[in-house]
């Protein structure tokens, strides 16, 4: 008869705890919410970090592809004479590698090292426009921890100014609000940063990879006007 007592009273403990376990429960967007208005400054950067991630991404994408059947094209219609064309098939193709070709061609007729200068000047062009964007990046990676770092000061302030204020009657609730600010914020800024920092760095390498092909591209175009001085 105890027992049976005892496994009722329990189960009405048990019915008791279970809805104030499932209150406690906290959604990722109520942790969010925690954070106050820092927390939508984060927010923002984010979506700017990621906007200028996948615009990029796909820029540079589309620049490393090099297709050789494409240099062997330009190659023979320039042999052939063939000028307009050449320079048709690069504004089709459309990638940073043809239009440098197009600004040689254009140039064909002129001495070598003008051409070389304006295949390099449309080459620095090309990269600037491939790397416009990455030092917003680079200050998102940078900037997002120390305004989450800001969060956690603030936080703990608004922590310490209701603890003053309580007196005598010190209620952790009171503390909860700023630490959870304290604590979110950090995670946020943290969280952005370290996305901004490595998505930053990626492009920056691919970036590399381009301006390395660029590079081999004017080697090649050069030699491609002197071809036909050598085959004669």
């Given amino acids: 008869m105890f027992s049976l007592l005892q496994s009722e009273a329990a189960a009405e403990v048990a019915q008791q705890v279970a809805p104030q376990v499932t209150e406690q429960q906290m ?7 925690k ?42 219609l320039i042999h052939d004479g063939k000028i307009k064309q050449a320079t048709q098939r690069c504004q089709e193709k459309n990638t940073p590698v043809a239009r440098l070709y197009e600004k040689g061609i254009e140039r064909i007729g002129r001495p070598l090292g003008d051409i070389q200068t304006a295949v390099e000047n449309t080459g620095n062009v090309e990269v600037a426009r491939l790397e416009k964007g990455l030092p917003m990046l680079a200050t998102i990676a940078g900037g997002a921890p120390m305004i989450g770092f800001l969060g956690t000061v603030t936080g703990m302030i608004r922590a310490f100014f209701n603890m003053a204020n309580a007196g005598n009657n010190i209620d952790i609730a009171l503390l909860s609000n700023g630490i959870y600010e304290a604590m979110v914020t950090t995670v946020g800024g943290l969280f952005v940063g370290i996305i901004a920092y490595f998505g930053y760095n990626f492009l920056t390498s691919r970036i590399s990879d381009v301006v390395f092909k660029m590079e081999n591209a004017t080697v090649e175009f050069m030699d491609l006007l002197n071809e036909p001085a050598q085959n004669e």
């Fill in 35 to 76: 954070g106050g208005w820092i927390i939508l400054v984060l927010l923002v950067l984010s979506i700017i970090a990621v906007y200028i991630f996948s615009k990029k991404i796909v820029m540079v994408s589309k620049a490393t592809k090099v297709d050789a059947h494409f240099n062997q094209e330009i190659r023979d």
């Fill in 27 to 33: 959604s990722l967007i109520d942790m969010a919410m």
